[in-house]
């Protein structure tokens, strides 16, 4: 498991680190589910848990059904509100990096107005601007619209015109 790895080297290594893929498998068994909307880091983890269906129902018969990972292409990596050169992440000590599942919607508005933009004024696809991209990756995924579609829309706009948006939500 990369993520092992890569934390291990960073953090001291306990019982967490082992124990997470297992119970991810085992939410995922439990719960006979067909696709499981993960990113790309976490694929590893559904792969892990077809394993274990795989052998588990050779051995005891078909109990358990084989998940596939649902990876959606434009949200499968979001980027940190506060640094978008790292992954965004529930261990982030910055809280406002973050946009947590049972965060209300106030709070969320309130991350997204703080979030980190670019240093130009407009938004570009073809500059780079890895914090532009991130905002509008999130917003045309709570849009359900794909992102070049939103890239389409928002080219050429001031930068200042698109957080406001986020007030509709």
């Known amino acids: 498991m990369t993520q092992f790895k890569d934390k291990s080297?960073?953090?001291?290594?306990?019982?967490?680190?082992?124990?997470?893929?297992?119970?991810?498998?085992?939410?995922?068994?439990?719960?006979?589910?067909?696709?499981?909307?993960?990113?790309e880091d976490q694929k590893q983890h559904v792969e892990l848990t077809r394993d274990l269906a795989e052998k588990f129902n050779s051995k005891f018969g078909e109990v358990f059904?084989?998940?596939?990972?649902?990876?959606?292409?434009?949200?499968?990596?979001?980027?940190?509100?506060?640094?978008?050169?790292?992954?965004?992440?529930?261990?982030?000590?910055?809280?406002?990096?973050?946009?947590?599942?049972l965060d209300s919607e106030e709070l969320?508005?309130?991350?997204?107005?703080?979030?980190?933009?670019?240093?130009?004024?407009?938004?570009?696809?073809d500059e780079g601007s890895a914090a532009i991209s991130n905002l509008l990756a999130i917003y045309s995924s709570f849009k359900n619209q794909?992102?070049?579609?939103?890239?389409?829309?928002?080219t050429a706009k001031c930068i200042r015109n698109l957080k406001p948006y986020w007030q509709i939500y």
């Open 9 to 39: 080297q960073r953090h001291e290594v306990n019982v967490g680190l082992f124990g997470y893929p297992v119970l991810m498998a085992a939410d995922i068994l439990l719960y006979q589910t067909d696709e499981v909307p993960v990113g």
């Open 108 to 125: 969320i508005r309130e991350k997204i107005k703080k979030a980190v933009t670019d240093s130009g004024s407009k938004i570009s696809k």
């Open 65 to 101: 059904k084989m998940p596939i990972p649902v990876i959606q292409k434009e949200t499968a990596r979001i980027m940190s509100l506060q640094d978008p050169t790292s992954k965004m992440s529930k261990s982030d000590t910055n809280q406002l990096a973050t946009i947590y599942l």
């Open 146 to 154: 794909s992102l070049t579609k939103r890239w389409t829309s928002w």
